[in-house]
């Protein structure tokens, strides 16, 4: 079965540093989104990527923070200057759009630590 | 907005019962979709079960079935002859035609006890 496929796994930063996270979509998905889990708590939207831009994106989602698809196949998020509260589990997820199956997979996720 | 409630920060259950887990949400549109999300210990979401707000049939997938009642805004999730393997944290997910979001409840930790 397709997957969503998230690197790395975990990555450990120090504030103020700059960190991509890497998503490759299922192929034949046409949207790309980036949600995010604080430890215990519920799961938050970030940002929804659709025609190669941005089609929607939460409060969250400020200025230390960019998605781009570099390529055909790649899906980034960006934290130019993390902070301590960046500390979460990011999810990539993707989905198509044909007839009714409105098919919604997440990645395996990316634990980021902030020190 | 929309909103998703999940009732029941905790439930515990004996291997092999059934137990059911609440789910409530408010919304004043007609046509969205509904999911029900595990999450295990390795934090991976891995999607549970599908309803569509416009079918009337409750969804199936084996041993999960969800009642769908749409006037009252909810949508529970049934397990059956429940397995160590269900032991996780289960997540409610509101999806709505024409918002990109999908806008989750705080969740439910699942424990099956052997």
């Known amino acids: 079965e397709p997957e969503v496929t998230q690197t790395p796994s975990h990555q450990v930063t120090q504030m103020g540093q700059e960190v991509i996270l890497r998503c490759v979509p299922i192929?034949?998905?046409?949207?790309f989104y980036w949600y995010r889990q604080i430890l215990g708590q519920k799961v938050e939207f970030l940002v929804s990527f659709y025609n190669n831009e941005i089609s929607e994106k939460s409060e969250i989602f400020d200025d230390q923070f960019s998605v781009e698809r570099p390529d055909g196949s790649n899906f980034t998020l960006k934290i130019r200057s993390t902070k301590l509260e960046d500390s979460a589990m990011y999810f990539c997820a993707s989905r198509h759009n044909r007839g009714t199956n409105y098919g919604y997979t997440f990645g395996s996720g990316t634990r980021l630590t902030v020190v | 907005a929309q909103t998703v409630t999940q009732s029941q920060p905790e439930m515990s259950v004996q291997e092999a019962e059934t137990v059911t887990l609440s789910c409530t949400y408010d919304?004043?549109?007609?046509?969205?979709?509904l999911f029900w999300y595990k999450q295990p210990p390795s934090r991976q979401m891995i999607l549970v079960i599908r309803q569509e707000a416009y079918k009337q049939q409750n969804a199936t997938e084996n041993r999960f079935s969800v009642n769908f009642q749409k006037a009252a805004k909810s949508f529970s999730l049934k397990i059956s002859d429940s397995q160590l393997g269900d032991t996780a944290m289960y997540f409610c997910?509101?999806?709505?035609?024409?918002?990109?979001?999908?806008?989750f409840g705080t969740g439910t930790r699942l424990t099956i006890i052997p």
């Open positions: 192929s034949n998905h046409l949207y």
């Open positions: 997910a509101f999806f709505l035609f024409g918002n990109e979001k999908l806008t």
């Open positions: 919304t004043s549109e007609n046509n969205y979709y």
